[in-house]
């Protein structure tokens, strides 16, 4: 009968070892920013730790994303933001991530287009390092970009003493006028023609009021401000202004920024660490090919995790003394 006992416990712990791990609890609340013009909401995930963690602040790309890294524009979800703060949970390492502006549970805050500023992205950042700054559980505050996020935090963190490093995800190395160009390169000569005389308007600071019908989601006058002040940002003066440690990481499969991004980064800012990763895309997730339609499916499917390198190379760099 012992026998028989100890097999069938042998025969169990067996079994339950190929099944998937149950997920580590989350200590996850909701957190709020009160600004002058309504309240930026976001979600704080800490370990199972009292105190003594650093914390990890994500802001998110460009356009509708919201916190969890999904776009109202797509009609599925990737959570690759989400799942980037609950895989760093269980390395020991708190986060914030936040709704920005006018997005999401965020949109109450939010100004009419035409008013939108990229210094408004930089000064929301700022806020929530603030914010971050008066807890007393945190050892460091890191910034973490990812697409136009990257240059946004980068700015943020620009003669920032209460950050201790910096994090660059699939940030660019350019202006946003030259990528803009470059993403161009496929149309016929006349249309990249406008492109570039609208774009010397507005990097001039002039607003260009008759903008081609084809070219009005990208130019329309109601957004024209904002481009004017992204326009004057170039990632790689920014970058060779700081003075904490900068981590740079650029998927070899990424379809939005090129590995010469990162490259640009990584010349201006000599020091920096600097991943490409293989297999990875704009959205971290582990992909191996190019096929833009292949790609696209990773964007809108929830199943697919993390690429196991991102949270490895942050642990490694928010770990170091």
Same mark, same amino acid.
């Given at each position: 009968?012992?026998?028989?006992?100890?097999?069938?416990?042998?025969?169990?712990?067996?079994?339950?070892?190929?099944?998937?791990?149950?997920?580590?609890?989350?200590?996850?609340?909701?957190?709020?920013?009160?600004? +002058?013009?309504?309240?930026? =909401?976001? $979600?704080?995930?800490?370990?199972?730790?009292?105190? #003594?963690? /650093?914390?990890?602040? @994500? %802001?998110?790309?460009?356009?509708?994303?919201?916190?969890?890294?999904?776009?109202?524009?797509?009609?599925?979800?990737?959570?690759?933001?989400?799942?980037?703060?609950?895989?760093?949970?269980?390395?020991?390492?708190?986060?914030?991530?936040?709704?920005?502006?006018?997005?999401?549970?965020?949109?109450?805050?939010?100004?009419?287009?035409?008013?939108?500023?990229?210094?408004?992205?930089?000064?929301?950042?700022?806020?929530?390092?603030?914010?971050?700054?008066?807890?007393?559980?945190?050892?460091?505050?890191?910034?973490?970009?990812?697409?136009?996020?990257?240059?946004?935090?980068?700015?943020? +963190?620009?003669?920032?003493? =209460?950050? $201790?490093?910096?994090?660059?995800?699939?940030?660019? #190395?350019? /202006?946003?006028?030259? @990528? %803009?160009?470059?993403?161009?390169?496929?149309?016929?000569?006349?249309?990249?023609?406008?492109?570039?005389?609208?774009?010397?308007?507005?990097?001039?600071?002039?607003?260009?009021?008759?903008?081609?019908?084809?070219?009005?989601?990208?130019?329309?006058?109601?957004?024209?401000?904002?481009?004017?002040?992204?326009?004057?940002?170039?990632?790689?003066?920014?970058?060779?202004?700081?003075?904490?440690?900068?981590?740079?990481?650029?998927?070899?499969?990424?379809?939005?920024?090129?590995?010469?991004?990162?490259?640009?980064?990584?010349?201006?800012?000599?020091?920096?660490?600097?991943?490409?990763?293989?297999?990875?895309?704009?959205?971290? $997730?582990?992909?191996?090919?190019?096929?833009?339609?292949?790609?696209?499916?990773?964007?809108?499917?929830?199943?697919?995790?993390?690429?196991?390198?991102?949270?490895?190379?942050?642990?490694?760099?928010?770990?170091?003394?």
């Amino acid at each position: 009968m012992k026998k028989k006992l100890i097999a069938f416990v042998c025969f169990l712990l067996v079994s339950l070892s190929g099944l998937p791990q149950l997920p580590v609890r989350l200590n996850e609340r909701p957190v709020v920013l009160n600004t +002058s013009t309504g309240a930026l =909401k976001g $979600k704080m995930v800490t370990p199972n730790q009292e105190s #003594g963690y /650093p914390v990890v602040l @994500i %802001i998110p790309g460009s356009g509708l994303t919201d916190m969890d890294g999904n776009s109202a524009a797509l009609p599925g979800k990737n959570n690759s933001l989400r799942y980037l703060a609950e895989g760093l949970a269980g390395k020991g390492i708190a986060s914030l991530r936040y709704d920005k502006r006018g997005i999401a549970s965020s949109a109450s805050a939010g100004k009419d287009e035409y008013s939108m500023r990229f210094e408004d992205g930089i000064k929301d950042a700022r806020g929530w390092i603030d914010y971050l700054s008066k807890d007393k559980r945190i050892s460091g505050i890191y910034v973490l970009g990812h697409s136009e996020g990257a240059l946004v935090g980068m700015a943020a +963190s620009v003669d920032n003493p =209460k950050v $201790k490093g910096y994090i660059s995800v699939a940030g660019a #190395g350019r /202006p946003a006028y030259e @990528i %803009i160009e470059e993403q161009m390169a496929g149309q016929p000569e006349v249309i990249r023609n406008m492109v570039r005389s609208i774009n010397t308007s507005l990097k001039e600071g002039k607003l260009v009021p008759d903008v081609p019908i084809g070219l009005q989601a990208l130019f329309r006058s109601s957004v024209q401000p904002y481009m004017i002040s992204w326009y004057t940002y170039n990632p790689q003066e920014i970058i060779k202004k700081l003075k904490v440690p900068v981590l740079i990481l650029q998927g070899d499969k990424d379809m939005q920024v090129s590995v010469k991004d990162a490259e640009l980064l990584k010349r201006s800012q000599p020091s920096a660490d600097y991943h490409l990763i293989g297999n990875m895309n704009h959205l971290m $997730k582990t992909c191996d090919t190019m096929d833009q339609q292949k790609q696209m499916a990773t964007y809108t499917d929830p199943v697919l995790p993390l690429h196991k390198d991102v949270l490895i190379l942050i642990e490694k760099f928010v770990s170091k003394p």
